[in-house]
C-alpha cells in the first residue's frame, strides 16, 4: 500500500482513495461482523441497500500498492458476496444530507486485515476461509461472482464473457494492468465453460497452526514491503525522512509507517539490493 503520511496535517486530497461500495440488501453495519474501522460515509438506499465508503491513506499508483488495494477490495467483496458489493469508482457525494459522515480522519489499509481470505490447496481440491491466508485474492473474487452468475442464469447455462471482464475492469485498480486482470478472466471463463458452467463441489479445509503460521509470516512480509516501497516511491516528503549522510532515517519511517522499527532496515536492504530503490 502507498502511505504517505500517518499525520493527518499532512495529508492532500491526492494522498486519499476512498474504498467506495454498494452493498444490495445492506443495512449499513456489515462491517461490525469483521471488526472494520467506522465507515467514513454511510448511506441508506432505496435501491434496497447501503452505500458504504472509507478513506483510505495513500494512492494505487505502484504496481505493488495497487496489488494490496485489490487484494483487500477482493477480500471485501468475499466476505459480503452475498450482498453483491458492487466497488465504485468515484467518491460518495459528501454533500448529501441523508448521509452519515465522519471525513475528519482516514485509515491504513493494514486495518482492514480482519476481512477473510481464501486459500487453495489445489492437490486436495480443497478450499478455506481462513481469514490469514495467502494466494490470488482477486482470482478468487472474480471466480466467486462468476459461480453467484451461474447460479442465477442456472447451471449449463454459458455466462456471457464481456460480464465477467465488465465487473472486473470496474471493481479492481488496473488501468495499468488490464492484460494481467482480463488474463484472470479468461481463465476462469475457459475453466467453467469447459466444465459446461457447472459449479463443482467443494469441501472445507482448516490450515493447521503451523501452516497458518507461516501464512501470516508471508503475508506480513508482503504488506509491510509494498508500505514501505509506497511510502518512499509516491511521497514527495520522502527525502525529508533521510539523514545527512544519505542514509534513511528509520526512526522517523517507522513513525510515518507504523511499521517497526526493526522491519524497516530489512525491507531496505532487500529493496535497495533489487535495485528498486
Not at 155 to 162: I, L, M, N
Not at 167 to 186: H, N, Q, V
Request: aromatic share 14%; hydrophobic share 35%.
Amino acid at each position: 500500500m502507498e502511505l504517505y503520511h500517518n499525520r493527518y496535517k499532512y495529508l492532500k486530497s491526492n494522498d486519499i482513495t476512498w474504498l467506495y461500495f454498494f452493498l444490495k440488501n445492506a443495512v449499513g453495519t456489515e462491517f461490525l461482523e469483521y471488526n472494520l474501522p467506522a465507515p467514513n460515509y454511510v448511506l441508506h438506499s432505496n435501491r434496497g441497500g447501503a452505500f458504504i465508503g472509507w478513506q483510505i491513506n495513500g494512492y494505487p499508483g505502484t504496481k505493488e500498492a495497487r496489488e494490496y488495494f485489490n487484494d483487500i477490495i477482493a477480500r471485501f467483496v468475499i466476505a459480503f458476496k452475498e450482498h453483491k458489493p458492487e466497488r465504485l469508482s468515484y467518491q460518495p457525494h459528501l454533500d448529501n444530507e441523508y448521509a452519515i459522515k465522519d471525513i475528519k480522519h482516514s485509515y491504513e489499509l493494514g486495518q482492514f486485515q480482519n476481512l477473510p481470505s481464501l486459500y487453495w490447496v489445489k492437490e486436495k481440491k480443497i478450499w478455506s476461509a481462513e481469514s490469514a491466508s495467502v494466494t490470488d485474492q482477486i482470482f478468487w473474487a472474480i471466480k466467486i461472482y462468476t459461480e453467484e452468475l451461474i447460479k442465477e442464469f442456472g447451471e449449463g447455462t454459458p455466462v456471457p464473457y464481456s460480464t465477467i471482464e465488465d465487473y472486473t475492469l470496474k471493481t479492481f485498480f488496473g488501468r495499468k494492468d488490464r492484460s494481467t486482470l482480463k488474463a484472470k478472466c479468461r481463465s476462469i471463463w475457459n475453466w467453467y465453460n469447459d466444465r459446461d458452467w457447472t459449479i463443482p463441489q467443494r469441501r472445507e479445509f482448516k490450515m493447521t497452526r503451523t501452516e497458518r503460521a507461516k501464512a501470516n509470516a508471508k503475508l506480513k512480509h508482503q504488506r509491510a514491503r509494498a508500505t514501505l516501497l509506497g511510502f518512499i516511491q509516491n511521497n514527495l516528503l520522502a527525502n525529508e525522512y533521510k539523514k545527512a549522510n544519505g542514509s534513511w532515517n528509520i526512526k522517523e519511517l517507522s513513525k510515518a509507517t507504523g511499521l517497526h522499527r526493526n522491519t524497516i532496515p530489512k525491507h531496505l536492504k532487500e529493496l535497495q539490493e533489487e535495485g528498486i530503490i
